[in-house]
């Protein structure tokens, strides 16, 4: 019994020693937690305003801002651990005396190792589109606002053009339709007479044939203007594609590539001497 109860008080001693050498740990370790954190947070800011410059995204509904904060939070966290566990693989190899189990270990290590650097990418790319977006502010809000009028003009061009295309199609279509009317007047009339009035009969098939070859040609003048409408989409298409990779040009990633609209790849030097 009383070897019982020497033992729960070693015990209980023992979890207040922990307890207390638990906080000694955080109170000597509190400049570096809180600078963890601070720059956990840091990096999450970069990486969801860069997230955001990369998806080309101004204004967002709360549903995908939630999912983007929780994409960031992922994607910063996750190498975060990977490369905890790394350190502790580390320490565990240091410690290991078996041949063999060193070989695994050093192969477990250098695949995470990898796979940390590959998933810290993502979070590196949007930090620094977020930097490359703070530095560039202005020029990147002027090139992008010249290119939204760009589409617009474009767009009301276009729909001018398709309205007096379709105002010539509706104005076709009712020609044909007249033209059928025509058509079936005439034959109606054409089975109400007699063979006695063959003259009669024979110009009323005249006109018949008449009206029915003037729709032959309005239907492919139709098929025309509804060719150049169909034009007109592509075209409008095309350059609004055009204009969304001019966008993507507005990204610090092309300065990587020399292929910036925003930095000069003949005088970016220069930029930073001036500024």
């Known amino acids: 019994m009383g070897k019982h109860v020497s033992s729960d008080i070693a015990g209980s001693s023992s979890d207040r020693c922990k307890y ?14 809180l600078a963890t954190i601070v720059l956990y947070l840091l990096n ?14 101004e204004e967002i509904s709360s549903s995908v801002f ?8 992922f994607i910063i966290t996750i190498p975060s651990v990977i490369f905890s566990y790394l350190l502790n693989v580390f320490s565990q190899k240091m410690n290991v005396e078996s041949k063999t189990k060193k070989v695994v270990l050093n192969i477990c290590l250098i695949f995470l190792l990898f796979l940390a650097f ?3 990418i993502p979070s590196t790319w949007y930090s620094f589109e977020s930097l490359f977006r703070q530095s560039y502010y202005s020029q990147i809000k002027s090139r992008m606002d010249i290119i939204e009028n760009q589409i617009l003009e474009k767009k009301a061009l276009i729909k001018d053009k398709k309205n007096n295309l379709s105002l010539i199609k509706d104005n076709l279509m009712d020609k044909i339709k007249n033209n059928n009317l025509r058509i079936e007047k005439a034959k109606n009339r054409h089975l109400e007479l007699d063979f006695t009035f063959f ?17 032959k040609a309005l239907l492919l003048e139709l098929e025309e203007y509804e060719d150049k409408i169909a034009e007109l989409d592509n075209k409008l298409a095309s350059f609004i594609a055009a204009k969304n990779i001019e966008k993507t040009k507005t990204q610090g990633i092309n300065v990587l590539f020399k292929d910036s609209s925003i930095v000069d790849k003949e005088n970016y030097i ?3 001497r001036k500024n």
């Open 20 to 33: 207390k050498l638990d906080i000694k740990f955080f109170a000597n370790n509190l400049y570096l937690i």
């Open 44 to 57: 999450l800011y970069c990486s969801y305003n860069g997230l955001l410059v990369y998806e080309a995204r």
């Open 66 to 73: 939630y999912f983007y904060i929780v994409l960031t939070i």
């Open 118 to 120: 590959v998933a810290q």
């Open 199 to 215: 003259t009669m009969k024979k110009d009323l098939q005249k006109e018949i044939n008449n009206a029915i070859e003037e729709n």
């Open 270 to 272: 220069e930029y930073y």
